[in-house]
């Protein structure tokens, strides 16, 4: 209490943020979500891509396995255990494709090739487009930044 010529008066503390505090926070906390959001999708990019690493690495030894029981490979990924159901049920990122590679036929060797789902998540990463994996063990991928996939 303040008092002037005997008269008391009330003095009001002011407590709270001020239009100005408000706007410096939203700007501070703006400028970090503009700097983290992009580094986090491409950290979350990078991890989804051992999901495809891991499924042509599996079909892989699928392949060579049925070359020692029956002395060929495969384009029938049912034949490897795998079916095209489990892209579903499983909520895969990627799908796998079978095909002879280049340089022969299917008895002797193979293209292992995952590209993403439609409409998946890792469809929008443009570093790393698809992963492929042959019988000769040669692994390459498409992209922006294709040498750094595997």
């Not at 992009?38 to 060579?64: C, F, G, V, W």
């Not at 489990?86 to 995952?114: F, H, M, Q, V, W």
Request: charged letters at 25%; aromatic letters at 8%; one cysteine or more.
């Amino acid at each position: 209490m303040i008092s002037y010529n005997n008269k008391s008066f009330k003095v009001h503390s002011s407590t709270g943020f001020t239009l100005i505090e408000l706007i410096m926070v939203m700007a501070i906390v703006g400028v970090i979500l503009s700097i983290a959001l992009p580094s986090y999708k491409q950290s979350l990019y990078k991890a989804r891509r051992a999901e495809a690493k891991t499924l042509l690495l599996d079909l892989a030894n699928r392949q060579e396995q049925l070359m020692l029981d029956s002395s060929t490979y495969t384009t029938d990924l049912a034949q490897l255990g795998y079916s095209e159901d489990k892209d579903k049920a499983d909520d895969r990122l990627y799908s796998p494709k079978l095909n002879p590679c280049a340089s022969g036929s299917i008895e002797t060797c193979y293209l292992l090739t995952a590209v993403p789902l439609k409409d998946s998540s890792q469809e929008k990463d443009k570093n790393c487009t698809s992963f492929s994996l042959d019988s000769f063990g040669k692994k390459t991928a498409t992209g922006d930044a294709k040498d750094e996939c595997w």
